[in-house]
């Protein structure tokens, strides 16, 4: 087979339309894609519709340069590492612990105990929200705001000048390593460092760290890398594997500098896998309801994808893909929406305008990597067959 190397693009929480279960998540009706680009309609995405963007939304006909098609999660939950682990080949049968009236008083004691400091606030609640609501009180005490999500996360808000970084990523990995253990074992403790004021506005800095559990059992990068193959994680993809399966991992600001340090990793030549996450669909936009953000993420994603093409190796094959949903538009709450995900895929090697259907993994691409570099099939059925020239 002569493709070596497979660059797999996630667009974090674009999703591609309610899952059937999504009504078990109260999910109903969300569109991730659909209803951005019918909330912003002078957008307009050229390229990705040569690709073959319009056959993922509608499952309909056209000459794409690309093969399309829709994932559908196995894993149990809606949030970035099941996403992810799934895409690896890892399937999730039971969900992360999640905490809809904040973590139980034995952690939050623990937490503060081993830290010595109190945590304020300790309920589900919008990251911008929570920090504007407890500034005050932490700026005026030293103690760090706690708070959760919808999604099996222990997160901790510090502002720069009153808790320094160092100390910030100590209290998470405290939190990480010694609180959320057993039964409480989160999906992950996140770090979120800000900076500003109640008078120029909180701003949520790009130093935000991810203490994700490890996978519980070797993936399709683990193997690859195993083969002497290079896996490169660009973005957070080190976060949510834990740095494991990983040869290298290179952090991103943004999704503007996620692409370009994308398309300077395939510039490069070298076998092996580039996983990128664009992150701000998601933490920016997605759960903040900005549908006019999202949309224009979508659009410097578009305007970029020439330039990865032209890069591209001849041996070289491109994934767009996604987690999860995150419909920017959805009114029921403000968590990530349990939407089936994008599938594109491209390359000299790939049969253009193959309409690969609903497929029953998002595993589905680790089996498909998994054959083309000749290593053990995790979970999933491969698609290459279906598209290799």
């Known amino acids: 087979m002569e493709i070596k190397r497979v660059i797999i693009l996630v667009l974090d929480s674009v999703g591609a339309g309610e899952a059937e279960d999504a009504i078990e998540y109260g999910d109903w009706g969300a569109n991730t ?30 000459n794409y340069i690309g093969s399309y098609g829709r994932l559908r999660e196995n894993s149990k939950g809606k949030d970035s590492i099941s996403g992810h682990w799934e895409m690896a080949g890892v399937i999730l049968k039971k969900a992360f612990p999640t905490y809809p009236n904040g973590f139980p008083k034995n952690v939050i004691e623990k937490f503060e105990r081993l830290t010595g400091k109190k945590a304020l606030g300790n309920k589900p609640a919008s990251g911008t929200e929570i920090i504007k609501e407890y500034y005050e009180e932490h700026r005026r005490t030293g103690n760090p705001i706690v708070y959760t999500s919808a999604d099996s996360v222990f997160q901790i808000a510090a502002h720069k000048d009153v808790i320094p970084l160092d100390e910030l990523y100590r209290m998470c990995e ?6 959320c253990v057993g039964e409480h074992e989160v999906a992950r403790v996140i770090a979120r460092p800000f900076i500003g ?25 683990d193997l690859v890398k195993e083969k002497g193959l290079n896996v490169v994680g660009i973005g957070k993809i080190h976060d949510l ?46 759960h903040r309801r900005d549908f006019k953000a999202y949309g224009k993420g979508l659009k410097d994603v578009d305007d970029r994808l020439p330039q990865i ?81």
């Not at 405290?174 to 609180?179: D, G, L, S, W």
């Not at 589905?364 to 598209?387: H, K, M, P, Q």
């Open 33 to 62: 894609l659909l209803h951005t680009l019918q909330y912003n309609p002078d957008i307009q995405l050229p390229n990705l519709e040569k690709l073959g963007l319009r056959g993922v939304i509608f499952n309909e006909d056209g």
């Open 174 to 179: 405290i939190a990480r390593y010694e609180v």
């Open 197 to 221: 004021t109640p008078e120029t506005g909180f701003v949520r800095t790009s130093e935000r760290r991810d203490y994700a559990v490890k996978p519980p059992n070797k993936t399709v990068l």
């Open 241 to 286: 594997f834990a740095g494991v399966g990983l040869t290298e991992s290179i952090h991103t600001e943004n999704n503007i500098d996620g692409l370009e340090k994308t398309i300077q990793e395939i510039s490069k030549d070298y076998n092996g896998i580039i996983f990128t996450n664009l992150v701000e669909f998601d933490a920016n936009w997605g």
């Open 309 to 389: 093409i032209n890069t591209m190796k001849p041996y070289d094959m491109l994934i767009i893909t996604a987690d999860h949903g995150c419909d920017p538009t959805f009114k029921a709450h403000t968590d990530h929406t349990r939407e089936f995900t994008p599938l594109i895929v491209y390359g000299e090697h790939i049969r253009p305008n193959i309409n690969l259907g609903l497929r029953q993994s998002i595993s589905d691409i680790s089996a498909t990597i998994s054959e083309i570099f000749n290593v053990e099939r995790i979970n999933g059925t491969s698609f290459i067959n279906l598209i290799y020239k």
